[in-house]
Nanobody, 123 residues
Framework: QLQLVESGGGLVQPGGSLRLSCVGS????????VAWFRQAPGKEREGVAC????????NYTNSVKGRFTISRDTAKNTVWLQMDSLKPEDTGVYYC????????????????WGQGTQVTVSA
């Protein structure tokens, strides 16, 4: 089964930036759509951004449009989430996940998940 490893989380002040990475364990990663989800304490997991297998189109939830950018390098089996102008409400555990379908916000469509990386935005 495809293994996903996230990294890049941490503590950052409001207005700061972080870059999350998601590395897939095998070549199958290249043909999957890859999404970032996040889950804040006491809240449901929500889709943040998604990138299809060919690199486009990309989808973003409204609250991060203009601040977050998702990208991928197929040769490196890596997807990144560049997060700028971070806000306290961006705090949560961020997960990457893959699907053979096109991008969506439906958690049930995603078969492989990473272990998550914590992002905390606080002064």
């Amino acid at each position: 089964q495809l293994q996903l490893v996230e990294s890049g989380g941490g503590l950052v002040q409001p207005g700061g930036s972080l870059r999350l990475s998601c590395v897939g364990s095998d070549i199958a990663f290249a043909v999957d759509a890859v999404a970032w989800f996040r889950q804040a304490p006491g809240k449901e997991r929500e889709g943040v951004a998604c990138i299809n297998a060919g690199g486009s189109p990309t989808n973003y939830t409204n609250s991060v449009k203009g601040r977050f950018t998702i990208s991928r390098d197929t040769a490196k089996n890596t997807v990144w989430l560049q997060m700028d102008s971070l806000k306290p409400e961006d705090t949560g555990v961020y997960y990457c996940a893959t699907t053979r379908l096109y991008c969506s916000n439906d958690v049930s469509n995603f078969g492989s998940w990473g272990q998550g990386t914590q992002v905390t935005v606080s002064a």
